[in-house]
C-alpha cells in the first residue's frame, strides 16, 4: 500500500511463529478511525508503507509457537495489534490474545478492544465515575460513544446525556441506554445540558470531538467535574481556557487507550478480563453497525470518513 491511496488486498507467504507468538484465522477486524489515520500518514504512530492495517480482531487460534501457554489451538481469542488485524491470518504475541466465552459471539467480542476499552478506561480509570453521577458523551452515536453509554448506564449506574449530530443517530442513543439526548448541529449544547441537570452540569464529559464542541462540554461540567479528552473527530484540537478549570475546581484530563498496553499491563489486561465478563453476563451489548467483507475495505474507509457510520464498523474475512 501507499500512503493516502486505496488499499489493496493481496497474497502474502505466512510467516514462521516464533517463540510466545500465536498463529490466529481472524473472523472480524474493527476499523477504527486512527486505522484511517495510520493509512492516511496522519496517525501519531507512524507505520512505513506497505503495512496491513487494523488495531484489534476476534478470531480462532490456528498454530502456537514455542513456550506459548495462555492459549491453544481452537481456542476463540481477541487481539490487540496496533497494525495487522486486517487480513486473513494474523501473528500476535500471546500476552496481546484473550480468550473469548463460550456465550460471547465473535461479532460482539470484536467490538470490545478499542471501542469499550477506551470507554471502560476513560469512565473507570481516568474519571472515577461513581452510582448516579451523570456524563455527557460527545458523539454519542459512535462506536467508543455507544460504549460509553453502555458502559456507564449499566455497568456504573449512572444517568447518561449523549449529544449526537442529526435526529437518528439522537434516537440511535435513546435506544441504546442514555437517558437524554441532545443534537448539537441544532441546539446549544451548554443550554441543553444546563437545562437537562437543573442549572447543575454534568460530574463527567468523556469527549471526542473536540474544537468548539469541547469547550461546550469543558462549560457543561459542575463544581469539581471531569472531563476526559478522548479524540478529536471534528478535527480541530481545541486550546483549554485555564481559568474556567480554576473557577469549578474541574479537571481535565485525557485517554490513549493503547498507550496502557506499554504502560501499564496489568491494568490493561484487567480491563479486556472485565469487558469479556460484562458481554458474557449480558450487562452489556456492543452495537455493531455494518459489516463488510475484506475486498470491501475500500468502502468501509469511505463509509466511515463520510460520517455515515454508527455503532462498530467490522470488517468480516469469512
Request: hydrophobic share 45%; charged share 20%; aromatic share 6%.
Amino acid at each position: 500500500m501507499q500512503l493516502a491511496q486505496p488499499l489493496l488486498v493481496q497474497d502474502l507467504p505466512a510467516p514462521r511463529l516464533q517463540p510466545r507468538q500465536v498463529r490466529v484465522r481472524v473472523h472480524y477486524s474493527g476499523l477504527n478511525f486512527a486505522d484511517i489515520l495510520a493509512c492516511q500518514g496522519l496517525y501519531q504512530e507512524k507505520h512505513a508503507p506497505p503495512f496491513t492495517p487494523g488495531m484489534e480482531f476476534s478470531g480462532t487460534v490456528m498454530e502456537t509457537g514455542e513456550n506459548v501457554s495462555a492459549v491453544k489451538e481452537g481456542h476463540r481469542v481477541i487481539g490487540v495489534t496496533g497494525i495487522s488485524a486486517m487480513a486473513e491470518e494474523c501473528i500476535v504475541d500471546e500476552k496481546a490474545l484473550w480468550q473469548i466465552p463460550d456465550s460471547v459471539s465473535s461479532e460482539d467480542a470484536a467490538v470490545l478492544p478499542v471501542a469499550y476499552g477506551t470507554a471502560w478506561m476513560a469512565l473507570h480509570h481516568r474519571a472515577h465515575l461513581q452510582p448516579r453521577e451523570t456524563v455527557l458523551v460527545t458523539a454519542g452515536a459512535g462506536a467508543t460513544g455507544l460504549a460509553v453509554i453502555d458502559l456507564a448506564a449499566n455497568v456504573f449506574q449512572a444517568k447518561v446525556i449523549a449529544a449526537a449530530g442529526s435526529d437518528p443517530k439522537c434516537q440511535l442513543v435513546l435506544a441504546n441506554g442514555a437517558s437524554h439526548a441532545v443534537n448539537y448541529s441544532q441546539n446549544s449544547l451548554r443550554e441543553q445540558v444546563k437545562a437537562l441537570t437543573g442549572g447543575r452540569g454534568v460530574d463527567v464529559a468523556i469527549e471526542g470531538v473536540g474544537g468548539d464542541i469541547f469547550k461546550a462540554a469543558l462549560r457543561s461540567l459542575a463544581w469539581e467535574g471531569r472531563i476526559v479528552v478522548m479524540g478529536f473527530a471534528g478535527g480541530k484540537i481545541p486550546s483549554i481556557p485555564a481559568n474556567l478549570l480554576l473557577l469549578k475546581n474541574v479537571s481535565a484530563m485525557g485517554v490513549y487507550w493503547s498507550r496502557y498496553q506499554q504502560e501499564d499491563f496489568p491494568l490493561f489486561s484487567s480491563a479486556m478480563s472485565s469487558l469479556l465478563q460484562y458481554c458474557q453476563e449480558g450487562k452489556i451489548h456492543p452495537h455493531i453497525g455494518t459489516v463488510f467483507k475484506l475486498e470491501e475495505v475500500n468502502e468501509a474507509f469511505n463509509h466511515v470518513l463520510r460520517r455515515k457510520s454508527t455503532g462498530k464498523i467490522i470488517i468480516s474475512m469469512k
